[in-house]
């Protein structure tokens, strides 16, 4: 039965418990603080003093400063001693840790390595990792350092503990980056391999398609070579060799021999042009052949090519001998101005006696009508002649002609006056700026002015409307003739200027010889202006011209 105590026994208990934590705890302190060197531990052979052969005040207060954790053990154990930080560590009470068995905080899995490193320990200074479990059951990994130490009562074991949580943290942190590094490492390699491969691949697609390519040019009947970026001959092919009698290292160095003296400046002028502004280049020169030594015509043109990202990686040209066609159209240039030259002739008389047939009193009126047919046939003829005069001057740069200041606002209305007379069914509206003063020959721009009108109502499809504008427009003025009829797509826009080129399949439909707007722009040029159209199929076109004014040059007339 179980002794039931009175309130003062009760008392008396409580009092002698309060006094003896207080001596315990003072106890302690006296340790800590190095003011004793012995202590009583009860163990379970009864009571046992300890005291520390050196016991050193210095030495506690480090370890007591110290963020290891000490411990000192007996044979059998036992804690003798411990730090704060130890007591931290297993999250014991400090006053309760001392004279616990320190295999109460190994986990069992360990308790057996626990064994084998204090006996190490005892023998002699070792080292080893362990985990301990704290009293909330928390696992921490330390690393222990065993001194077995001289105590007056026999040797104890002291333990330093380092909390190697940080360190496996990092250790974990450092192995997990490895990790990643090494995939990161293996992804590169990888991918270098891939790079390689699709490398290898290229290159050999690019030899494979330079094979192709030269197997191409080297058996084809054209000359062809290419450029580096900055124009300088890189290769050319079997053609090339054998026309001029130099491979691309001769040839490089001997373009003045293989270029007409006369053409030397001017086609490398248009090919530096072409590099500039990077379009490409069109050119017509003399070009050197070894087997006879001759100049031989020949159409050059060269494209840049370019890469993925647009930039240029190196020009591709061919060049063409064109010699025997141009001889064949100079002997008809030739002709045509012969013959042209011979006809006017007998126009002229011809044009005289209809003159003549027309002022005679006893004509009836049948014969008036064919005088009246044969005079529009004979002025037909005679623009047509006029045409093929004009074209073959201009071939053989004859065309020159006499420049002065002229009001062109007077010559674009009288032209617009002559052109409703000659097109009634039309409406030919003018928007004139008042007094231009142009430069050049009034005579020549009449007759570019009259072929532009004369255009624009005969391919006029059935709008009958044109308006004619003058204007000044900063240093020039530009006369324009807009139509609404038939008009015409980019392409034939490009090159609508040029001799006997004519539009829309003209060739077969509409009277006509292609020469107008040839001579138009050359008289234009000659005049140091510029000639232009703008057109869409089946809306219409807007033909341009530009005309010095006669503010910029001296009274007195040149040419
Ligand atoms: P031609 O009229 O004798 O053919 P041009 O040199 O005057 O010669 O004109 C060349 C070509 O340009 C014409 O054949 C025609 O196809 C086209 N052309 C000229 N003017 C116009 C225009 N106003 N509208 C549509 N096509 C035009």
Redesign the pocket.
């Known amino acids: 039965m179980k002794e039931t105590k009175n309130y003062e026994e009760l008392l008396e208990e409580l009092e002698d418990l309060k006094f003896q934590l207080k001596e315990a705890n003072e106890t302690l302190h006296a340790i800590r603080t190095g003011q004793i060197d012995a202590l009583v531990v009860e163990t379970e052979d009864g009571p046992q003093l300890y005291t520390l052969k050196s016991a050193d005040h210095t030495y506690r207060v480090f370890i007591e400063k110290m963020k290891e954790g000490a411990v000192t053990l007996n044979r059998k154990g036992i804690i003798l001693y411990s730090n704060s930080q130890f007591a931290d560590m297993i999250d014991v009470p400090l006053a309760k840790v001392i004279g616990l068995p320190i295999i109460d905080f190994i986990p069992d899995q360990y308790k057996g390595k626990f064994k084998k490193m204090t006996e190490q320990g005892w023998e002699s200074d070792s080292k080893g990792e362990i985990f301990l479990k704290s009293n909330s059951g928390k696992s921490i990994p330390f690393l222990l350092s065993f001194t077995s130490l001289e105590l007056d009562e026999g040797t104890a074991l002291s333990i330093i503990l380092t909390d190697l949580t940080l360190q496996k943290e990092n250790e974990k942190q450092l192995e997990l980056k490895n990790q990643q590094l090494e995939a990161a490492r293996l992804a590169a390699y990888k991918m270098n391999e891939e790079l390689e491969d699709i490398v290898e691949e290229r290159t050999k697609d690019l030899l494979i398609s330079r094979e192709y390519f030269k197997l191409l040019a080297d058996n084809i009947p054209v000359i062809i070579w290419t450029a580096t970026i900055d124009g300088k001959l890189d290769y050319v092919n079997r053609r090339w060799v054998e026309y001029t009698g130099f491979d691309v290292e001769e040839s490089k160095t001997k373009q003045s021999e293989l270029l007409h003296t006369d053409d030397v400046e001017r086609s490398i002028a248009e090919w530096q042009t072409a590099l500039k502004e990077k379009r490409k280049y069109e050119g017509e020169f003399r070009f050197k052949r070894a087997i006879d030594g001759t100049y031989r015509w020949h159409y050059s043109q060269a494209i840049p090519f370019k890469d993925e990202q647009g930039n240029i990686t190196a020009w591709i040209g061919t060049n063409i001998d064109i010699d025997d066609q141009k001889k064949e159209l100079e002997k008809k240039d030739e002709f045509i101005g012969v013959a042209s030259h011979e006809l006017k002739t007998p126009l002229t008389s011809l044009k005289g006696y209809i003159q003549l047939m027309e002022f005679q009193d006893n004509l009836s009126d049948e014969a008036k009508i064919y005088v009246t047919k044969a005079t529009s046939s004979i002025n037909k003829l005679q623009h047509l002649i006029d045409?093929l005069l004009d074209a073959s001057k201009i071939k053989a740069g004859k065309l020159k002609f006499k420049k002065h200041a002229f009001n062109l606002t007077q010559l674009v209305s009288l032209c617009v006056e002559n052109s409703t007379y000659m097109y009634p069914s039309f409406k030919i509206k003018k928007e004139l700026q008042e007094g231009i003063i142009a430069y050049g020959n009034d005579e020549r721009i009449e007759q570019v002015l009259m072929?532009?009108i004369?255009?624009?109502a005969?391919?006029?499809g059935d709008k009958k409307e044109i308006i004619i504008r003058a204007e000044k427009n900063n240093d020039s003025a530009m006369v324009s003739?807009i139509?609404f009829?038939?008009?015409?797509v980019n392409s034939?826009q490009e090159l609508?200027?040029e001799r006997f080129?004519?539009?829309?399949g003209?060739?077969s439909t509409?009277?006509?010889?292609?020469?107008?707007?040839?001579?138009?722009s050359e008289i234009i040029k000659e005049h140091k202006g510029e000639i232009h159209?703008k057109?869409k199929l089946n809306e219409?076109?807007v033909?341009s011209f530009s005309l010095p004014l006669a503010t910029q040059f001296a009274q007195t007339s040149d040419d």
């Open positions: 045409e072929n532009l004369n255009n624009a005969k391919y006029s003739v139509d009829g038939i008009g015409m034939d609508i200027f080129y004519r539009a829309n003209h060739e509409m009277p006509g010889l292609g020469m107008g707007l040839y001579i138009s159209v057109s219409g076109s033909f």
